[in-house]
């Protein structure tokens, strides 16, 4: 199966920002052999859907509403996303959890809007520094799973990703080993068979670079990357996308 590559560009670019580097990814990503995601702020979601129009590269969002319309200020739901061309959909990254404050009650409704709409939710689960210390970090991995997916219809392994990413590697420029990333994601992938019966694709995220990539794609059950700095540099994105 293709690796997945996810660059979550966050609050990092102005709407300018966004398109002439979008521009540059199209430039310099004319040919790829795995799957590739821009995941921009929403303002620029309409603009890139054009910008890539011929382009192999896929457009995702950062989040979506919990609610499927209504009286929701602020929000964006599923559907618009739909709409302007978007596929994947980031759930749960722990910037919103924490800045937010999303619980799991939210986040189970917001993957069932993303689904009912045909978007692929990415449900971004990690530990933090204190669990993973205390090596409680697979605990807390099962309950997130739990909390959120139980009871869920996945119809099939396609249409859901896992986002590995310990909280205490975001940003930090201190990627987990990868062999430890590697025992992750295979106890990530068991509790997922026995609570929705299919085996999505997981991903690890957590100051990727050009150098840690390689060795973290050749483990066999590490499916992709979610890139967030250095997806800000074509170069070095480039690079980690065609290791
Ligand atoms: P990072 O961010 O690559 O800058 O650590 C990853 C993420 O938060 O998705």
């Not at 986002?163 to 992750?184: D, F, H, L, R």
């Not at 509790?191 to 990727?208: D, F, K, M, N, T």
């Not at 840690?212 to 700095?229: C, M």
């Amino acid at each position: 199966m293709k690796k997945l590559f996810i660059a979550n560009w966050k609050m990092q670019l102005d709407y300018n920002g966004s398109l002439a580097l979008a521009k540059l990814y199209q430039k310099n990503l004319k040919k790829v052999k795995n799957e590739i995601v821009i995941a921009p702020d929403f303002t620029a979601l309409s603009a890139l859907k054009e910008i890539l129009k011929k382009s192999p590269l896929k457009l995702g969002a950062q989040d979506c509403a919990f609610g499927l319309k209504g009286a929701y200020t602020g929000e964006v739901s599923a559907k618009s996303l739909k709409q302007l061309g978007v596929k994947y959909v980031l759930i749960g990254h722990s910037e919103r959890r924490g800045y937010f404050k999303e619980d799991s009650g939210l986040l189970k409704f917001k993957i069932a809007a993303a689904l009912e709409n045909g978007l692929v939710p990415v449900l971004c689960i990690g530990e933090n520094l204190t669990a993973h210390k205390t090596k409680k970090a697979h605990a807390v991995l099962r309950r997130q799973l739990e909390e959120v997916l139980f009871g869920m219809d996945i119809s099939n392994d396609n249409s859901l990703v896992i986002a590995y990413e310990p909280i205490w590697a975001i940003g930090s420029g201190k990627a987990m080993a990868s062999a430890e990333v590697e025992a992750s994601h295979v106890f990530i992938k068991g509790v997922l068979a026995e609570l929705i019966g299919q085996i999505p694709r997981v991903l690890y995220g957590g100051s990727v670079s050009a150098q840690n990539a390689l060795d973290l794609l050749e483990w066999p059950n590490i499916d992709g990357l979610l890139v967030g700095g250095a997806s800000l540099k074509v170069d070095e994105f480039s690079k980690i996308v065609n290791v």
